[in-house]
């Protein structure tokens, strides 16, 4: 008998004000689309909650804004909220920010808070580094999480 394994498939949902935090979500994106992963991008305020049970890896990732998950990311996770048949997805948390002592982060409370909503965390949060407000992003970032999203494909 021939097994069939169903399509994987993968969102990657993002807040960015400047751009950086975009170039990361797409990077991310590739790598889970090289390995295998069928993947879509979105940002905070585009995404289609009504087809959110068709994936199997929610991707959320922001800017650290004030030490903590930016507004709009914030209220993207307060609408899942109110969402039933999440539990049981994997999820994956990602930030950008400073590379400061006193920066603060966001990627950690996103897993949290995914977590707390049923999602299985498939790998810690990571964060990507800006030299500068505005950017831009450390050398290497994007290519760090275009690798980082075959890896998680390989544990999908
Ligand atoms: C209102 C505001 C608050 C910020 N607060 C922090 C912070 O607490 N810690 C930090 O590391 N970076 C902070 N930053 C810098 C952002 O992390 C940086 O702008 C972001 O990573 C760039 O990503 P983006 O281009 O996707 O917006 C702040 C930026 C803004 C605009």
Not at 15 to 23: C, I, L, M, R, V
Not at 132 to 155: C, I, S
């Amino acid at each position: 008998m021939r097994v069939v394994k169903p399509l994987t498939r993968a969102l990657v949902v993002y807040y960015s004000k400047f751009g950086n935090t975009e170039k990361i979500a797409k990077a991310l994106a590739v790598g889970l689309q090289s390995g295998g992963i069928d993947t879509d991008t979105a940002k905070v305020d585009e995404v289609k909650y009504d087809e959110l049970d068709k994936i199997d890896l929610l991707c959320v990732g922001t800017p650290v804004h004030a030490w903590n998950i930016s507004k709009p990311a914030r209220e993207f996770l307060e609408r899942l909220e109110d969402m039933e048949g999440l539990s049981g997805k994997k999820a994956f948390a990602f930030d950008t920010k400073f590379k400061s002592r006193l920066a603060g982060s966001a990627g950690g409370k996103i897993e949290k808070k995914l977590k707390g909503l049923g999602f299985d965390i498939a790998k810690s949060a990571v964060s990507a580094i800006v030299l500068g407000n505005e950017g831009p992003l450390e050398e290497g970032a994007e290519g760090t999480f275009r690798q980082m999203g075959e890896e998680l494909a390989k544990m999908m």
